[in-house]
């Protein structure tokens, strides 16, 4: 804790008073809600997510061959799915996304940084969405590169961007960064995980510039706040 030093003038009064200190006034009801909506934690989260109003028209497939059993449902200002966690490394070349760790490697992303170059699937935290199709169009929820998503395994909570696109018919991809933070293997040859993931992600939000992360995490947090308490900030979207 900080202390403010006291000015000559001050000091001579605080001698002068009475010794008995004044009565410490209890916590307003304003100061004690704030400190509640300080922090999200994924209990907070998972909360909100439990029943699925699905969005989808259909399921998708975590893996090719794999059944098709996810949906895609919406919530008050996000929608979200619950899947395994591929990864994605592609994007910029880095010691651990290149073609020689990854055997199904792109040099692009299906979103660009704000100077032109692709994503850096090892440096920032992002997931990715299925290609527009007869199950799920994005755009339709307001869901584009930068948008901002809450990603939620084992008490963990963490925030990221939209950053790429996959095929239309499975879900459930982040990037090497995003595994990672969340304690999930990064390794695109056998990593992620087989179960666990809840994605959330806020429609009508976007991150700019997309690289952007610790705006990621700052939007994140707000709209999560929002999201668990039901409120709408005065400092909007």
């Given at each position: 804790?900080?202390?403010?030093?006291?000015?000559?003038?001050?000091?001579?009064?605080?001698?002068?008073?009475?010794?008995?200190?004044?009565?410490?006034?209890?916590?307003?009801?304003?100061?004690?809600?704030?400190?509640?909506?300080?922090?999200?934690?994924?209990?907070?989260?998972?909360?909100?997510?439990?029943?699925?109003?699905?969005?989808?028209?259909?399921?998708?497939?975590?893996?090719?061959?794999?059944?098709?059993?996810?949906?895609?449902?919406?919530?008050?200002?996000?929608?979200?799915?619950?899947?395994?966690?591929?990864i994605d490394c592609d994007g910029r070349r880095t010691r651990h996304c290149n073609r020689r760790?990854?055997?199904?490697?792109?040099?692009?992303?299906?979103?660009?940084?704000?100077?032109?170059?692709?994503?850096?699937?090892?440096?920032?935290?992002?997931?990715?969405?299925?290609?527009?199709?007869?199950l799920w169009n994005p755009l339709d929820h307001g869901i584009r590169g930068g948008s901002v998503?809450?990603?939620?395994?084992?008490?963990?909570?963490?925030?990221?961007?939209?950053?790429?696109?996959?095929?239309?018919?499975?879900?459930?991809?982040?990037?090497?960064?995003?595994?990672?933070?969340?304690?999930?293997?990064?390794?695109?040859?056998?990593?992620?995980?087989?179960?666990?993931?809840?994605?959330?992600?806020?429609?009508?939000?976007?991150?700019?510039?997309?690289?952007?992360?610790?705006?990621?995490?700052?939007?994140?947090?707000?709209?999560?706040?929002?999201?668990?308490?039901?409120?709408?900030?005065?400092?909007?979207?």
């Open positions: 804790m900080r202390f403010h030093s006291l000015t000559l003038a001050a000091a001579s009064a605080a001698l002068l008073a009475p010794t008995m200190p004044p009565p410490t006034p209890p916590p307003t009801l304003e100061g004690a809600t704030a400190h509640r909506e300080a922090d999200v934690s994924a209990a907070d989260l998972l909360s909100k997510v439990r029943e699925c109003a699905a969005v989808s028209r259909g399921r998708y497939r975590s893996d090719s061959g794999a059944p098709a059993t996810i949906q895609v449902c919406g919530a008050r200002d996000a929608v979200f799915w619950k899947a395994d966690m591929d760790t990854d055997p199904y490697f792109s040099a692009a992303t299906a979103y660009q940084q704000s100077d032109g170059r692709y994503l850096s699937a090892e440096r920032l935290p992002y997931i990715v969405v299925p290609a527009p199709s007869r998503a809450a990603v939620v395994y084992e008490g963990r909570v963490r925030y990221a961007v939209v950053g790429d696109v996959g095929p239309d018919d499975m879900i459930g991809e982040a990037s090497y960064a995003a595994a990672e933070a969340l304690g999930i293997s990064p390794d695109p040859h056998g990593g992620g995980t087989a179960s666990g993931v809840t994605y959330i992600v806020f429609t009508d939000t976007r991150v700019k510039p997309i690289e952007d992360h610790a705006a990621a995490v700052a939007t994140g947090e707000r709209l999560a706040r929002e999201f668990v308490h039901g409120k709408r900030y005065l400092h909007g979207k």
